[in-house]
């Protein structure tokens, strides 16, 4: 009796774990774009910041050399969607304050990585792309999630390139799934330690674990390139196309090439 409460046990905690990590099904034409495909982290930027990260140049120079783009975007203090990673402008800028404390004519006073780069709209940086490449977009968390959601879907609707969303934010991925359920999308994820500052709380780690997925239901999951969460394999046994990042010259890369579908890279060329 003990060993059949056991295995009974078992059985409804296996299924359990399934139901939350499962992806949603992808057709052949959303994965097109991507499957193979190889993505330069925040456009084509060069490790000694000559060209910057996430800028007009290095957008332009990921689609002259045939590679996709992953960018980030985020909302400006009124409103405007602009592309850039950090919450803060001290990295990059060497400017105290987050992004959205300022508005979009206030950023443009400020340069990226010391070079005479400013900080793009998001309507500049597709108007720039247009189409030559398919594009990541990844929404970053903020206190205006849904103003951003809305605000993106919209240009996003009026672009005609090939693209997919991603966000550590797994309401943000939902958000779409309910709101734009035909646009691929994918839900991000790291080991615990690098999600919230290094905070370990009980979100991040359900994160970490892919077990937010019954909220966003991801058609990929993008995570770090060093993972070794069983639980993201499942994921991926599941049926997720698997993205990873960042890919640099030291890891294997050609191992990793072969064991993901996507690769977001940076400091080399595949």
């Known amino acids: 009796m003990f060993f059949l409460i056991l295995l009974l046990i078992v059985g409804v905690l296996g299924a359990v774990t399934v139901y939350l990590v499962a992806p949603a099904a992808s057709t052949a034409e959303q994965r097109a774009p991507f ?3 190889k993505f330069a982290h925040r456009g ?3 490790q000694d910041k000559s060209v910057p990260e996430n800028s007009l140049t290095a957008f332009d120079h990921a689609c002259s050399h045939g590679y996709g783009i992953e960018l980030d975007i985020q909302l400006s203090k009124d409103g405007q969607i602009v592309v850039f990673h950090d919450d803060t402008l001290d990295r990059v800028c060497g400017v105290q304050g987050r992004v959205d404390d300022y508005t979009f004519e206030e950023l443009q006073e400020f340069r990226l990585c ?3 780069e400013k900080i793009p709209l998001f309507s500049d940086v597709l108007a720039c792309v247009n ?3 398919p594009l990541i977009v990844e929404l970053k968390d903020g206190p205006r999630n ?3 959601c809305e605000k993106a879907l919209v240009m996003l609707r009026g672009y005609k390139g090939k693209f997919c969303i991603e966000s550590f934010q797994p309401f943000i991925v939902g958000w779409f799934k309910k709101n734009a359920p035909d646009i691929f ?3 991000l994820s790291s080991y615990t330690k690098d999600l919230n500052h290094g905070k370990v709380t009980p979100a991040t780690w359900c994160l970490a674990n892919m077990l937010v997925n019954v909220i966003s239901r991801p058609q990929f999951m ?3 390139v ?3 969460s069983p639980l993201a394999k499942l994921c991926r046994w599941l049926g997720a196309v698997t993205v990873v990042w960042t890919v640099r010259p030291s890891n294997d890369v050609e191992a990793i090439t072969r064991n993901n579908d996507c690769v977001i890279f940076e400091f080399y060329e595949p």
């Open 185 to 187: 999308r994918g839900q």
């Open 146 to 148: 849904n103003e951003l």
């Open 222 to 224: 993008a995570y770090n």
């Open 35 to 37: 499957v193979n495909g």
């Open 226 to 228: 060093t993972c070794k």
């Open 44 to 46: 084509l930027h060069t």
């Open 131 to 133: 189409g030559r490449t």
């Open 114 to 116: 010391g070079t005479e």
